[in-house]
């Protein structure tokens, strides 16, 4: 029984050390401040400046790809911007 119990132990360990690493966060800065990628997405959905955002897909900021990707898809949505796929 103790055998098991340390081989379910060990298995549950791998699986939540998995889980860790393909979580993505943003940290939200001190004093509730929005942070900077939030300021600035916001600034483009403003000024209509959906190209910009589009271009954000591409970054290699995990944060930009996040926020242009959700933006996108609502301006898709909107008929703001027009679906690249076709469909």
């Known amino acids: 029984m103790k055998k098991i119990a340390t081989i379910l132990?060990?298995?549950l360990i791998n699986i939540m050390s998995a889980q860790k690493s393909d979580i993505v966060g943003f940290f939200c800065g001190e004093e509730l401040s929005n942070p900077r990628i939030v300021e600035q997405y916001g600034s483009l959905i403003k000024k209509h400046n959906y190209k910009?955002?589009?271009k954000g897909l591409y970054s290699k900021n995990a944060a930009e790809?996040?926020?242009s990707v959700v933006v996108s898809e609502e301006l898709e949505s909107l008929g703001?911007?027009?679906?690249?796929?076709?469909?």
């Open 9 to 11: 132990f060990l298995f």
């Open 52 to 54: 910009k955002i589009v």
């Open 80 to 87: 703001k911007i027009a679906n690249r796929n076709g469909g």
């Open 65 to 67: 790809n996040y926020f």
